[in-house]
């Protein structure tokens, strides 16, 4: 099956600094990324949708100057997460998506990156 | 309004019984479809079922089965013969259309236990 996967799977820094996280779709090319940010006990939240060459859209009310999304090549997008704060931490989840082979379109979910901003 | 409603923030379930987790969905489009994952305490999302809003029969993988009601605008999922490694988060999700930029809607979500 498709496999995705976010490095890295748990990251701890220091408030005003700023974290990377990378998702890749490891044996299929993606042509839609998603970006989810998950609060505890609470469901996924979209926080953006990328398309391989082109600006993410951001949902409303996410800061796309805070929340970084580059979306470079059809394995790989990254979401940056720039002066990062305390009430920046939280589960953020990647999904990939391609058109073809799937009759339904479905989404492959990353494993999650816990990000703890002290 | 919501589009997708989970009414069971939490259910206890003994292991080996089936249960029947809810999920009620709002659209007007006639193309839509309806997804259940599943997320273990370790975050992973699982797909485990897809229900689309054409399909004339009701969706099964396995233990799963969508128990899909159009006219009422229910997908509920059921497993039959629980197991401990059941315990988990599950969601269920909605497609609307088959645009190529589609989103999914997501529940609140349903925590199950299974009890030994």
């Known amino acids: 099956g498709a496999v995705v996967s976010q490095h890295p799977s748990w990251v701890i820094c220091k408030s005003g600094t700023s974290v990377k996280i990378e998702c890749r779709s490891l044996?299929?090319?993606?042509?839609?990324m998603f970006w989810y940010r998950q609060f505890p006990k609470q469901s996924l939240m979209l926080m953006a949708t990328?398309?391989?060459?082109?600006?993410?859209?951001?949902e409303q009310g996410v800061e796309k100057d805070k929340f970084l999304i580059n979306h470079a090549s059809l394995t790989l997008s990254t979401l940056t997460v720039t002066s990062a704060h305390p009430e920046d931490s939280s589960f953020y989840i990647c999904s990939a998506r391609y058109l073809a082979g799937s009759v339904y379109n479905e989404q492959f979910f990353g494993p999650g990156t816990r990000l703890t901003v002290l | 309004a919501q589009k997708i409603t989970q009414t069971q923030p939490g259910m206890f379930v003994q292991e080996k019984e089936a249960v029947t987790l809810d999920c009620t969905y709002d659209?007007?489009?006639?193309?839509?479809?309806l997804f259940w994952y599943k997320q273990p305490s370790s975050g992973e999302m699982i797909f485990l079922i897809y229900q689309g809003s054409y399909d004339e029969q009701n969706a099964t993988e396995g233990r799963y089965s969508l128990n899909f009601q159009k006219a009422r605008k229910s997908a509920n999922l059921v497993i039959s013969a629980s197991q401990l490694g059941d315990s988990a988060m599950y969601f269920c999700?909605?497609?609307?259309?088959?645009?190529?930029?589609?989103?999914?809607?997501w529940g609140a979500g349903t925590k199950l236990i299974i009890k030994p």
């Open positions: 044996d299929f090319q993606a042509t839609t």
């Open positions: 990328s398309n391989e060459g082109s600006k993410a859209t951001y």
């Open positions: 659209t007007s489009d006639q193309s839509y479809g």
């Open positions: 999700a909605m497609r609307e259309g088959f645009g190529s930029n589609y989103q999914l809607i």
